[in-house]
């Protein structure tokens, strides 16, 4: 079911979306050469417990995870693009790190994930998470009374195909509120003027999530960590938005 928020439940919304980007900022920061992803997840873990927030990763185990989760944020390294389970690796210089959390907040949800080079950066790398980056902002920017959903997806993989990126639409973006996952769905590749009318008061998470040379993934034995077909490196860029009268209002904004 799709729900529209009021004024006021969208007021409600916003610590949840600056508690996300706040654990984004601290995780990224604390991302550097030798250190554990275990230790970005404990970073996340000690942030939820000081703000008394929820995880929504801890417990969390759909149809396509293996078991419930078991830890509070998704550390994607290279090849790895998505939901990737953090375990016992120490980052490299030069390695590819996506960040993906998402928390609740008095009851609401924000979801948002970013993308960045470790130590050394590739010029490959930096191209691919830019033009996530950039997808991302296309996508926001067609969030808007007026529009459909596929307005928003059609932004999003203009930006991707104009890079020479093929697109997969298996996972993609979503309505968030109480829950981390509703309806909507959001792809990052459809026909404008198709799929749901976007109305004030829609609250979805958008995402676009790019490989460099393939759009198929399989899921790591872990259960849980989505890689690319062929060993290429992936990138992921996201925020929690709602549809205004006007300008989307951005709850996970960074800096």
């Known amino acids: 079911m799709i729900e529209l928020r009021t004024p006021a439940e969208i007021e409600e919304m916003r610590p949840a979306g600056r508690f996300v980007a706040s654990v984004l900022e601290a995780t990224s920061a604390a991302a550097a050469v030798g250190v554990n992803l275990l230790e970005l997840d404990a970073l996340a873990h000690e942030m939820i417990r000081k703000a008394g927030a929820e995880s929504c ?3 969390y185990h759909p149809s396509f995870g293996a078991s419930p989760f078991g830890k509070v944020i998704c550390t994607s390294v290279n090849d ?8 016992d690796y120490r980052l490299r210089d030069g390695d590819l790190l996506s960040l993906d ?7 609401w949800v924000a979801d948002s994930a970013v993308s960045i080079v470790v130590g050394t ?9 830019d033009t996530t980056r950039r997808a991302l902002d296309a996508g926001i920017a067609a969030a808007r009374p007026g529009q459909r959903i ?22 993609g973006g979503h309505g968030v509120g109480r829950t981390m996952h509703g309806d909507p769905h959001v792809p990052n590749n459809g026909r404008p003027g198709r799929g749901l009318p976007l109305k004030p008061g829609l609250v979805i998470a958008i995402e676009p999530w790019f490989l460099e040379t393939t759009d198929r993934i399989f899921t790591d034995p872990d259960g849980w960590t989505l890689r690319s077909a062929d060993g290429s490196r992936g990138a992921h860029s996201e925020h929690t938005i709602a549809v205004t009268d006007g300008d989307p209002i951005v709850f996970t904004a960074r800096g």
Not at 101 to 107: D, E, I, L, M, Q
Not at 121 to 129: A, S
């Open 121 to 129: 950066p590739r010029d490959e790398d930096l191209r691919l998470i």
């Open 101 to 107: 959390f998402a928390a609740s907040v008095n009851g």
């Open 57 to 59: 990763y801890i417990d």
């Open 150 to 171: 596929g307005d928003i997806s059609r932004a999003i993989a203009d930006v991707a195909k104009a890079e020479g990126y093929s697109i997969n639409t298996d996972f």
């Open 80 to 87: 790895a693009v998505l939901h990737g389970l953090p375990h």
